[in-house]
C-alpha cells in the first residue's frame, strides 16, 4: 500500500532529485510525506474497520403458534437488505452482518400467514427475534409458482390453484404418483386402469377439452418436463394394458404439487397445456447437522371372493388362479446443509408381486438436491433424479391369451385351445429407466430487479418384451417373442424476469417477461419373431418368420410471454397477460398463436368495513386460453410405402396436409370465492368454469376424388365444458386431546360436443361416438329397456324418428366425490378417505362374452349345461338382464353399457406417533408405526369385475374412452409402516 501511495505522489526514492536541488531536503520531505501517507492510511483503516464493526445479527426459532413445533425449512428475510436464512431442522435461524438500523423482518413457511416485525439492529449485538406463525387456513400467503410468470402468493392470483402438501400424506398408504393424486383435488379424476401389478393411469381435469387430442395434463417436476405417454410394445399380449411414466417418480422425494385444472390458469405454458398443468416440487435441503429419514411399508395385497362372482367358473378361478400379493417399500433420505450449500438426498426400492400369477412390479430410485448461495443474490438449485423400473404384465383384455377370458369363459381347459393354466408360461416385461435434471439459477440484482433461469433434460429408454415359449400355446404353438424400445429426451429451457416497482404507497406493479423453449425427440424400434424351429430358443433372431420397423420423430416449440400485476393496497390484484407460440407442428402458413389472459383477486375481508367476526373472504375471477397443438406430421403431405406389381417399391397417398393447421385454443371464464368462516374451523373454496374450445381438431374426411383417402386433421370443432367445484374443510370438534377434522369435495361437468364442422359422427371403439350434441365418446345403441312395465328393445319401444333415441350416457362421469376424516387422538392418528365418481358409463366385453348364451358351462368330462356362464343369467334380478341373457351378444348392439358409479373407501390409516421423550431415550428425532388400507371397500352399480377399470391406457385419447375387457378388480392393501426420523 506505501509503495502504491509512492507511485501515486511521485515519491520514487530512486528519482528524488526531480524535486528539489538538495538531496537532504528532499529525502526529509520524501519521509516526511510518507510518514503522512502512513498516519493516513492507518487513521483510514481504522475508521473503516469501525464503520465494518458496525454489524449486528439476529437470530431464534419460527414455531407453529398453536403446537408450539419448530418450523424447518422457513424462511426469514429482511427484503430491504435482500439478507435471509432458512430454520434449520429445530426450528433456528441466524443472519449476520446486518448494518445497524432499524428494519422489517419477516418469516414465512408453506402452509402458514407470513409474520412481519420490526427490529433494530446495534452494533455487535445479536439480537433474539422469535416468530410464532399461525397456520394460513386459506393459503393466501402460500407462494405459487405454477400460473405465474414470478413467484406470487396465492392472494395474488385470480384464479384456482390447487395445492397437495405432502406433509398431509405422510401415514398415508401411498406407493406411487398415481395414488397421491387420487381424491385430492376437486375436478381432477385419477382413472386408473385396472388392478395388476404397474398398470397406468389417466388424469383428467375438468373434463374433455379436445376431440383428437391429449386430455391429459402436461407434467413438470423440478422444472423439468417429462414424458408422460403410455405406449404400449406388449399388445399382442396386453392388448392395452400399459404403464404410467408419471409413476417412474418416487412420492417420497415430493414436497408438494400445484395443480393448474383449466386454461384461465395455464395461459403461460401455451399450446400444450389446454387440458391443465401439474407443477411437482421435490425436497430440498436446509441448513443445519445431517436429518436422517427412513420410512419402511410391507403389506399384502388381495381380493375377496364376492369381486370375482360373475362367472359359473369364478370359485374355481379364485382358488387356481387367483393369489396373494405382497408389498415392501424401503426409503432412506437425508437432508442438511453447511456453508451456504443445502442438500436433499434418497434412495427408494419398491417390490409387489400382483394378484394373478408371472406379475409384479420392481422399483429403484435415487435423487440428489442441491442449493448453493454463492452471493447474496444469487441462488443456485441442481437437481438431479434416476429412477429404473421393471413391470411384468399378465395377458389380459381382448386378448385369446388372456388369463380372465380363458378362466372366467372357459373354466380349466380355456376358451381358445389352450388350458387356462397353461397361459402362465407366457412372459411379458416393461423394463424402463429414466434420468432427468434440471439447473435454476435465481438472480436479484437490484431490490427490485430479479430473473430466474431454468435448464431441464431428461431421458426416458423403455424396453418392452412379449415371449412365448415353444409348444407352450396351442394357438401360438410354435412360440412368439416381440422387442420394442423406446428412447425420449426432452430439453427445456425457461428464462422470466422481473420488475417490481411501488410509485405510491396504494400502488405495487409487477412486470414479467420471458420465454419458453422445449426440444422433444422420439425414437422407437421393434423386432417381431414368429415360430421357433426348436424348444429352448427365445430371441427374434432365432425365429424363422421376422418382421422390424422403427419410427423417429422430433417436436420444438417456443413461446414468448409478458405479463403484468397491478396490486391496489394488498387487497385487489389485477393482471393481465399473454403468450405467443409458435410449434414445429404447426402448418407452413401459420407463425403463431396468441394466447391472452386477464385475472382479479379482491381479499374482501381485508376492506376497512368488514367485520373480523365474519372471518376471511376473497373474490377470485379469470379468463385465460391455452391450447393443444396437433400431432407431429398432421399438417404435412405424406406417403405410405407399398409393394406394387412384381414387388416394386411404391407409395400411396396417406396424409393430405393442411398448411393452415394451428393448435386448437381452449377459452376458459372462471368465477370463485375461498371463504374461512366460524372462527377459521371451516374453509370454504368454490369455483364456476365455463369452458370453450374453438377450432377443436377433427379428422376431417375430404371426397376421394382428391386421391386421399384417408382422414385429415382440421381445425372445424368446438367443444364445451363447465362445472362447479367445492371445497370445504374445517375443524369439527377440537378438545385438547381430540381432534377432528373433516373434508369434503365435490365437482360437476356438463360436456358437449358444439360443431364437428359439418362432419359424419367419429366412432371412438364399438358404442362410442364423438357426436354434436353430445358429451366426447358418448354412448349410442339399440338396446333393451323398460317403459312403463314393458320390456323390449329401445327401437321398438321409443320414436325413432326423435334425435337422441339411441342415446345411453356419458363415458365421463358428470359428479365426483370425496369424504375425508383425520382424528388426532393424543399419540395416535386416524384418517379415512371415501371416494365417488356417479353419472359415466362403460361398455363392458365383460358381460358381453359372460351373458352369451352360447357359450356353454362344461364340467370338464364332455358334459355340458346349456349358458350362458354369467352367474346373474342365472336368477336374473330384472327382464332387461333376461332378455340380453338370451340374446347373442352383438358389438353393434347397446345391451353392454352400464353406469360406472362407485364409492370406495379409498384409504384407511392409524399411526402412533411414539412420544417425544421415549424418542429421544433411543436417540432417534421421531418415530411412528402406521397400519394401513387401500381400496378396502368397494360399491358399485356394475355387475362386472371392476367399475373403475379402462382396458386401453396406450392411446393417445385414452381420456375418453371407457372399455371394460375382462380387467382385474382393483385389490385391497393392508400395510404396516415405520417412519424413523434421526
Known amino acids: 500500500m506505501i509503495r502504491t501511495l509512492q507511485k501515486t505522489f511521485l515519491l520514487n526514492p530512486g528519482d528524488s532529485s526531480r524535486f528539489t536541488r538538495n538531496g537532504v531536503v528532499c529525502k526529509k520531505i520524501n519521509r516526511t510525506l510518507v510518514s503522512c501517507m502512513s498516519m493516513l492510511l492507518l487513521f483510514t483503516l481504522i475508521v473503516t474497520g469501525s464503520a465494518i464493526a458496525q454489524t449486528g445479527s439476529v437470530s431464534g426459532i419460527v414455531t407453529d403458534r398453536s403446537s408450539g413445533d419448530p418450523l424447518p425449512g422457513s424462511n426469514v428475510f429482511i427484503e430491504e437488505l435482500g439478507l435471509g436464512a432458512s430454520a434449520d431442522v429445530d426450528g433456528q435461524y441466524s443472519i449476520s452482518d446486518i448494518p445497524v438500523g432499524t428494519y422489517q423482518i419477516s418469516a414465512n413457511f408453506i402452509g402458514y400467514t407470513a409474520l412481519e416485525r420490526t427490529i433494530e439492529i446495534q452494533s455487535g449485538v445479536d439480537t433474539e427475534m422469535d416468530f410464532n406463525l399461525r397456520a394460513d387456513v386459506l393459503g393466501l400467503d402460500q407462494v405459487v409458482v405454477t400460473a405465474r410468470g414470478a413467484s406470487s402468493a396465492r392472494r395474488e392470483i385470480g384464479s384456482s390453484i390447487s395445492s397437495i402438501s405432502t406433509e398431509e400424506l405422510a401415514e398415508a398408504p401411498i406407493q406411487n404418483m398415481s ?148 408389498m415392501t417399500t424401503h426409503n ?12 436433499y ?56 391369451r388372456g388369463y380372465t377370458i380363458n378362466g372366467l369363459v372357459g373354466g380349466p381347459q380355456g376358451q381358445f385351445g389352450t388350458p387356462t393354466r397353461d397361459h402362465t408360461a407366457i412372459q411379458t416385461f ?82 414479467s417477461g420471458g420465454f419458453q423453449y422445449f426440444d422433444r425427440d422420439v425414437g422407437s424400434n421393434s423386432a417381431i419373431g414368429n415360430d421357433f424351429p426348436m424348444v429352448g430358443l427365445s430371441t427374434v433372431s432365432a425365429t424363422v418368420d421376422q418382421s422390424a420397423a422403427e419410427s423417429r420423430f422430433k417436436e ?41 389472459k386477464i385475472d382479479a383477486s379482491y381479499i374482501i375481508s381485508e376492506s376497512s368495513f368488514w367485520n373480523e367476526n365474519w372471518g376471511t373472504l376473497r373474490l377470485r375471477g379469470a379468463y385465460g386460453t391455452a391450447g393443444q397443438q396437433p400431432g407431429a406430421f398432421s399438417a404435412v403431405r405424406t406417403w405410405s410405402p407399398v409393394s406394387a406389381v412384381g414387388a416394386q417399391p411404391a407409395v400411396t397417398p396417406d396424409n393430405l396436409g393442411n398448411p393452415d393447421l394451428k393448435a386448437e385454443v381452449s377459452h376458459e371464464y372462471e368465477i370463485g370465492f375461498d371463504a374461512s368462516v366460524l372462527n377459521d374451523r371451516l374453509n370454504i373454496d368454490f369455483n364456476y368454469f365455463y369452458q370453450r374450445t374453438e377450432d377443436a381438431l377433427y379428422q376431417f374426411r375430404y371426397p376421394p376424388s382428391q386421391g386421399f383417402i384417408s382422414t385429415q386433421l382440421e381445425n372445424v370443432g368446438e367443444i364445451k365444458n363447465q362445472g362447479i367445484e367445492l371445497s370445504l374443510n374445517g375443524v369439527i370438534i377440537d378438545r385438547g386431546d381430540f381432534r377432528w377434522n373433516g373434508l369434503v369435495n365435490y365437482s360437476t361437468n356438463e360436456n358437449e360436443v358444439i360443431s364437428l364442422g359439418d362432419g359424419a359422427p367419429v366412432q371412438v371403439q364399438w358404442r362410442q361416438f364423438i357426436q354434436e350434441g353430445y358429451s366426447v365418446g358418448s354412448f349410442f345403441g339399440d338396446r333393451y329397456i323398460t317403459v312403463d312395465g314393458q320390456t323390449d328393445l329401445a327401437s321398438n319401444l321409443l320414436d325413432t324418428s326423435e334425435e337422441g333415441w339411441d342415446y345411453i350416457g356419458p363415458a365421463l362421469p358428470t359428479r365426483t366425490a370425496q369424504i375425508g376424516s383425520t382424528f388426532d387422538i393424543r399419540n395416535f ?57 338370451q340374446r347373442n351378444s352383438d358389438l353393434t348392439q347397446g345391451d353392454f353399457v352400464f353406469p360406472s358409479d362407485f364409492w370406495k373407501l379409498r384409504e384407511l390409516s392409524v399411526t402412533y406417533r411414539v412420544p417425544s421423550d421415549l424418542v429421544s431415550r433411543a436417540g432417534l428425532r421421531n418415530a411412528a408405526l402406521t397400519f394401513s388400507g387401500r381400496n378396502l371397500w368397494r360399491s358399485q352399480e356394475y355387475e362386472g369385475l371392476e367399475a373403475e377399470a379402462n382396458y386401453r391406457g396406450d392411446l393417445s385419447d385414452s381420456a375418453i374412452r371407457k372399455q371394460i375387457f375382462f380387467d382385474t378388480p382393483i385389490p385391497r392393501q393392508f400395510i404396516v409402516g415405520i417412519n424413523i426420523g434421526f
Open 332 to 343: 432412506l433420505s437425508v437432508r442438511g446443509g453447511v456453508n451456504n450449500v443445502r442438500y
Open 556 to 596: 420444438r416449440s417456443a413461446g414468448f410471454f409478458v405479463e403484468q400485476q397491478f396490486g391496489f393496497n394488498e387487497r385487489l390484484y389485477v393482471t393481465l397477460g399473454a403468450r405467443a407460440d409458435g410449434h414445429s407442428a404447426f402448418g407452413d402458413d401459420v407463425d403463431y398463436v396468441l394466447y391472452p
Open 179 to 326: 395414488q397421491m393424486l387420487q381424491g385430492r383435488v376437486a375436478g381432477a379424476r385419477v382413472q386408473l386402469g385396472g388392478g395388476k401389478s404397474g398398470q397406468g393411469s389417466t388424469i383428467v381435469l375438468r373434463g374433455a377439452a379436445s376431440i383428437s387430442q391429449s386430455n391429459e395434463p402436461i407434467i413438470y417436476v423440478d422444472g423439468v418436463r417429462i414424458d408422460n405417454e403410455r405406449s404400449s410394445g406388449i399388445g399382442t399380449t396386453t392388448a392395452g394394458v400399459s404403464w404410467s411414466g408419471l409413476d417412474d417418480i418416487n412420492p417420497e422425494d415430493i414436497e408438494r404439487m400445484e395443480v393448474i385444472r383449466g386454461a384461465s390458469a395455464a395461459t403461460l405454458y401455451g399450446s400444450e397445456a389446454s387440458a391443465g398443468v401439474i407443477q411437482i416440487f421435490t425436497k430440498r435441503g436446509i441448513d443445519g447437522t445431517p436429518q436422517f429419514t427412513y420410512r419402511n411399508q410391507v403389506g399384502m395385497l388381495n381380493t375377496p371372493p364376492s369381486w370375482w362372482q360373475v362367472s359359473e367358473y369364478s370359485d374355481w378361478f379364485y382358488d387356481e388362479m387367483v393369489q396373494t400379493g405382497t
Open 430 to 511: 416393461q423394463d424402463g429407466n429414466r434420468f432427468n435434471t434440471s439447473l435454476q439459477m435465481n438472480h436479484n440484482p437490484a431490490g427490485n430487479f430479479s430473473h430466474r433461469v431454468t435448464l431441464g433434460y431428461e431421458s426416458r429408454n423403455e424396453d418392452q418384451t412379449q415371449f412365448f415359449p415353444f409348444g407352450a400355446i396351442n394357438n401360438l404353438i410354435n412360440g412368439f417373442k416381440s422387442n420394442y424400445r423406446r428412447n425420449v429426451t426432452n430439453f427445456n429451457v425457461d428464462y422470466v424476469a422481473t420488475l417490481r416497482f411501488q410509485p405510491t404507497e396504494w400502488l405495487r406493479t409487477t412486470t
Open 829 to 885: 392418528n386416524v384418517k379415512v378417505l371415501f371416494d365417488h365418481q356417479s353419472g359415466g358409463y362403460l361398455q363392458s366385453s365383460t358381460l358381453r362374452w359372460l351373458w352369451d348364451p352360447r357359450r356353454d358351462i362344461s364340467d370338464g368330462q364332455g358334459v355340458a349345461t346349456p349358458g350362458p356362464v354369467a352367474i346373474a343369467c342365472r336368477e336374473p334380478a330384472n327382464e332387461v338382464i333376461n332378455m340380453n341373457c
Open 345 to 400: 438426498a434418497s434412495g427408494s426400492f419398491r417390490n409387489e408381486t400382483g394378484i394373478l400369477p408371472e406379475s409384479g412390479e420392481d422399483y429403484l430410485g435415487f435423487r440428489l438436491n442441491l442449493d448453493f448461495d454463492p452471493r447474496d443474490d444469487l441462488d443456485i438449485s441442481l437437481n438431479t433424479s434416476f429412477s429404473d423400473r421393471s413391470v411384468q404384465h399378465v395377458p389380459d383384455a381382448n386378448n385369446t
